[in-house]
C-alpha cells in the first residue's frame, strides 16, 4: 500500500522519509486467489550511503513471497532464512558497506523492509508480490489494496543497536503521496455480475461474461483510502467452473461450484 522509506538523519537523529515517487499495481484474480505485484520508486537525494527501513501494510490473509530491491545497478532479491540467521546475514553485510536487504512480517498486516547502503543520488525501486485468498461473503467477492499507511506503525530506524528487537513504535499519518497506477485483471471462472468500487472511480472492460480487467481513472481524483473492488459471482441456481494453470512444477486446476 502507501509504503513509507524512511532514513535516519546522521545529523540531529531525526527520521525522515525519501519522496515516494510512484506506485504500479498489477493484480491477476483467478477464482478465489489474487496474485498482485506492487512497485514503488522513491527517490533518494541524500548526499552520502544511507540505511533504510520500507514500511508497507498488506491484507491480513496475505503472504508475501518474492521482495526484491534495486538502486541504481544494484539488485537485491530476496530469499527465506530463519529469522536470527536472516539477522545476523544483514548485519554482516551492512557493516561491510554492502547493498543489503532485510525483510521480517511485524504482524499479519504490516512488514518491514530495511535496506542498507543505499548509494546516493539514486531511485530506489521496491518490487513485492504476495498472494491471498479472497473473502466470498453471500455471493460476493471482495478485492482490497491498502492505499494509505495505517494509523499506527512500527518504525525499526529509531531503534539502537539491538534494533530488529526493539521496536518503537510512532505514529504514521494515513496519507498518500505520489502517482498510483492500480489494475486488477479478473478471471472468476463463472459470470461476474455487478462489477463496482465503492471506494475509487475505474475503468472496466469485460471480456466474456467471467473475465475483465478493472483500472483507476486517470482523469478523476485518486481518494486517499483503501482500493475495493466487489463483485458477484452467486446466480440463481448453482454454478460451477474449472480454472486450471501450470508451471515448471507441472499442471493444477481449481473446481468452484
Same mark, same amino acid.
Given at each position: 500500500?502507501?509504503?513509507?522509506?524512511?532514513?535516519?538523519?546522521?545529523?540531529?537523529?531525526?527520521?525522515?522519509?525519501?519522496?515516494? &515517487?510512484r506506485?504500479?499495481?498489477?493484480?491477476?484474480?483467478?477464482?478465489?486467489? +489474487?496474485?498482485?505485484?506492487?512497485?514503488?520508486?522513491?527517490?533518494?537525494?541524500?548526499?552520502?550511503p544511507?540505511?533504510?527501513?520500507?514500511?508497507?501494510?498488506?491484507?491480513?490473509?496475505?503472504?508475501?513471497?518474492?521482495?526484491?530491491?534495486v538502486?541504481?545497478?544494484?539488485?537485491? /532479491?530476496?530469499?527465506? &532464512?530463519?529469522?536470527? &540467521?536472516?539477522?545476523?546475514?544483514?548485519?554482516?553485510?551492512?557493516?561491510?558497506?554492502?547493498?543489503a536487504?532485510?525483510?521480517?512480517?511485524? $504482524?499479519?498486516?504490516?512488514?518491514?523492509?530495511?535496506?542498507?547502503?543505499?548509494?546516493?543520488?539514486?531511485?530506489?525501486?521496491?518490487?513485492?508480490?504476495y /498472494?491471498?485468498?479472497?473473502?466470498?461473503?453471500?455471493?460476493?467477492?471482495?478485492?482490497?489494496?491498502?492505499?494509505?499507511?495505517?494509523?499506527? +506503525?512500527?518504525?525499526?530506524?529509531?531503534?539502537?543497536?539491538?534494533?530488529?528487537?526493539?521496536?518503537?513504535?510512532?505514529?504514521?499519518?494515513?496519507?498518500?503521496?505520489?502517482? @498510483?497506477?492500480?489494475?486488477? @485483471?479478473?478471471?472468476?471462472?463463472?459470470?461476474?455480475?455487478?462489477?463496482?468500487?465503492?471506494?475509487?472511480?475505474?475503468?472496466?472492460?469485460?471480456?466474456?461474461?467471467?473475465?475483465?480487467?478493472?483500472?483507476?481513472?486517470?482523469?478523476?481524483?485518486?481518494?486517499?483510502?483503501?482500493?475495493?473492488?466487489?463483485?458477484?459471482? +452467486?446466480?440463481?441456481?448453482?454454478?460451477?467452473?474449472?480454472?486450471?494453470? $501450470?508451471?515448471?512444477?507441472?499442471?493444477?486446476?481449481?473446481?468452484?461450484?
Open positions: 500500500g502507501q509504503g513509507q522509506l524512511r532514513v535516519v538523519s546522521s545529523e540531529d537523529g531525526r527520521i525522515e522519509e525519501l519522496p515516494l &515517487e506506485t504500479e499495481v498489477e493484480a491477476r484474480v483467478s477464482g478465489l486467489i +489474487a496474485s498482485v505485484t506492487v512497485r514503488q520508486v522513491f527517490s533518494n537525494e541524500r548526499e552520502e544511507t540505511e533504510a527501513a520500507y514500511h508497507f501494510p498488506l491484507p491480513v490473509n496475505a503472504a508475501v513471497d518474492a521482495m526484491t530491491i538502486a541504481g545497478e544494484r539488485r537485491i /532479491v530476496g530469499r527465506v &532464512e530463519r529469522r536470527q &540467521e536472516a539477522r545476523v546475514i544483514y548485519r554482516r553485510a551492512r557493516d561491510a558497506g554492502l547493498f536487504a532485510l525483510l521480517e512480517q511485524q $504482524r499479519p498486516n504490516l512488514f518491514t523492509q530495511r535496506v542498507a547502503n543505499l548509494p546516493p543520488g539514486e531511485s530506489v525501486t521496491v518490487e513485492l508480490h /498472494v491471498q485468498r479472497l473473502p466470498h461473503d453471500q455471493g460476493t467477492h471482495e478485492f482490497l489494496f491498502p492505499m494509505v499507511a495505517g494509523a499506527r +506503525a512500527q518504525d525499526p530506524t529509531a531503534a539502537g543497536e539491538s534494533e530488529e528487537d526493539e521496536l518503537v513504535e510512532q505514529q504514521v499519518p494515513g496519507t498518500r503521496t505520489g502517482d @498510483i497506477d492500480v489494475t486488477v @485483471i479478473v478471471d472468476a471462472g463463472v459470470p461476474i455480475e455487478n462489477l463496482r468500487s465503492p471506494s475509487h472511480p475505474i475503468n472496466q472492460q469485460r471480456e466474456g461474461e467471467a473475465r475483465a480487467t478493472v483500472s483507476l481513472r486517470t482523469d478523476a481524483e485518486v481518494a486517499n483510502r483503501d482500493f475495493l473492488l466487489r463483485y458477484d459471482v +452467486a446466480g440463481d441456481g448453482p454454478r460451477a467452473s474449472v480454472l486450471s494453470s $501450470r508451471d515448471d512444477r507441472g499442471g493444477f486446476f481449481s473446481v468452484l461450484i
